[in-house]
């Protein structure tokens, strides 16, 4: 048949538009709860918060003052600049004993100094021949010797191995 | 009967500039020795000839000088002969 919907309205009631209030004042009772869920929540998040700043406060690590600590007064730098001078007055000390040990080497020092040469920096030993002089001694005595070995004449002493009887 | 043979070092040794002299064979075994060489030295005598022979360039025997600060070692080798001379250095 057919379906009409219709409702009973009040004459003096406005005609809803999109502002009219959905729900109607009289209906709100959850409006304390809801207030004390608003301040319950603000509460905890502000807790929240809180314990958030304090824990970074425990972990922070100040350093706006080390650049302060870390100056060096005057007095230090003076003591400083003395301890890195005698430093180095030591560590020449202890290269001049390394020189004056290379220096006593045989065949590098100073007073054999056709013997070495310096090229790029290292110290070599140049190989002198040797003398014509020598050579013909060294021969010479070989010579003899071999001669003198030569003449060695073994003598017959007889029978080396005795038996008894 | 090496009466020869110790005359001969003996001269040798006893020349001027010359502080020692050693003889050895080949194998290393001291034949004779006078002066500061110590009769101990043959064998190493002989292994550097021995050396030095293996690492030449050519046939001809090397002969080793081995330079200290006073003394200047002559080592020749000829016919399984070594001979060491030790000489006093020449301070230039």
Known sequence: ?165 | MENQFENTIQKYSSMENVKGILVTDNNGLCLGSKGNIKSNSAAYVSSLINRATEISLDSSKPIISIDTDNTNFLISSENDITVALAKQKMNN
């Open chain 1, 1 to 165: 048949m057919g379906c009409c919907s219709s409702t009973c309205v009040d004459d003096d009631l406005i005609e809803p538009n999109e502002r009219t209030r959905l729900l109607n004042e009289d209906e709100n009772l959850n409006d304390d709860n809801n207030q004390n869920f608003h301040m319950i929540s603000q509460l905890r998040e502000q807790e929240k918060l809180n314990q958030i700043v304090q824990k970074t406060a425990e972990n922070l690590i100040d350093i706006s003052n080390i650049r302060t600590f870390d100056q060096l007064q005057s007095q230090d730098i003076i003591e400083r600049t003395r301890e890195y001078q005698e430093i180095i007055v030591r560590c020449e000390n202890q290269n001049n004993d390394l020189k004056e040990k290379i220096n006593k080497l045989p065949g590098i020092s100073n007073n054999n100094k056709s013997f070495y040469d310096n090229v790029n920096g290292f110290a070599t030993i140049i190989n002198t021949s040797i003398k014509t002089e020598d050579k013909s001694q060294m021969s010479n005595i070989i010579n003899e010797i071999q001669d003198s070995l030569n003449d060695i004449k073994i003598e017959d002493v007889g029978e080396f191995v005795i038996t008894f009887e």
